[in-house]
């Protein structure tokens, strides 16, 4: 089954910096991918999917992510960061319609 | 407004007890799942379900059962809670289909075990 790993666990950064955080994925043919996020006390809300086609998308509040099969990432971006982006973000891989997470950056945002 | 409810945002339990953690999604969505959220870990399915009346083990389902006797509602069920089932549990729904990674999460419930 495919799985997916987030190197990091914790980052900070600067209100209004940019933020990028990192998704790599294990071989396998074409696979689904997800970024999720989860702000503090509430369920998990999707960001935004990658099934096929460009390899660039673009998701809700202002994030995209860019699938590089070369080197099987899918990293997640947003050019300024807001103070309300703090939360945990996951990535997601589908296997046979379940998915898999990874084990989730958590992000604060300083001042 | 798409909802999914979990009926309890914080149970505490002793151990030996048995727990029912109770999900309904108001969507007609096929699909539902029981995931486990652990520090470090991320979220771990226990187990899902693809229609009424049937089920699916996930990545841990040791240690727990489901019922899904409606379409709408998934319960999860510690038939002897350990301490080692203290975390945060995730109920979601899904559609059945080409989107089936579009998942619409409720609030969990974290449980604790003593």
Redesign the interface.
């Known amino acids: 089954a495919q799985s997916v790993t ?1 190197p990091d ?1 914790h980052i900070t950064v600067s209100e209004g910096a940019s933020l990028e955080l990192r998704c790599n994925y294990s071989y396998g043919a074409t696979p ?1 991918l ?1 970024w999720y996020v989860q702000s503090p ?6 960001l935004l ?1 990658y ?1 096929s086609g460009d390899t660039l998308v673009q998701g809700i509040k202002g994030f995209e992510a860019e699938f590089k099969r070369s080197q099987s990432s899918f990293n997640l971006r947003k050019p300024s960061v807001h103070w309300s982006d703090a939360a945990e973000y ?1 990535c ?1 891989v ?1 296997n046979d ?8 950056t958590t992000v604060t945002v300083r001042a | 407004d798409v909802k ?1 409810t979990q009926s309890s945002r914080y149970l505490v339990k002793r151990t030996g007890e048995k727990v029912f953690l109770e999900c309904v999604q108001d969507m007609d969505h096929e ?1 539902m ?1 029981w ?1 486990r959220q652990d520090p ?6 226990i187990y ?1 379900s ?1 229609d009424v009346k049937m089920k699916e083990k ?2 841990i389902p040791e240690g727990y059962s489901v019922s899904r006797e409606k379409k709408e509602r998934f319960s999860l069920i510690l038939e002897s809670a350990s301490t080692n089932q203290t975390s945060m549990y ?1 109920c ?1 729904s899904g559609k ?1 289909g ?1 989107n ?4 619409f ?4 419930s974290r449980l604790t075990v003593l």
Request: without cysteine.
């Open positions: 987030q666990i689904y997800f006390g509430q369920g998990l809300q999707l999917k099934f996951f997601a589908e319609y379940k998915l898999s997470f990874g084990a989730g | 999914v699909n799942f995931y470090g870990l991320g979220l771990r399915l899902f693809y996930g990545d995730l979601a059945r080409e089936t990674g579009e998942l999460f409720g609030e969990g």
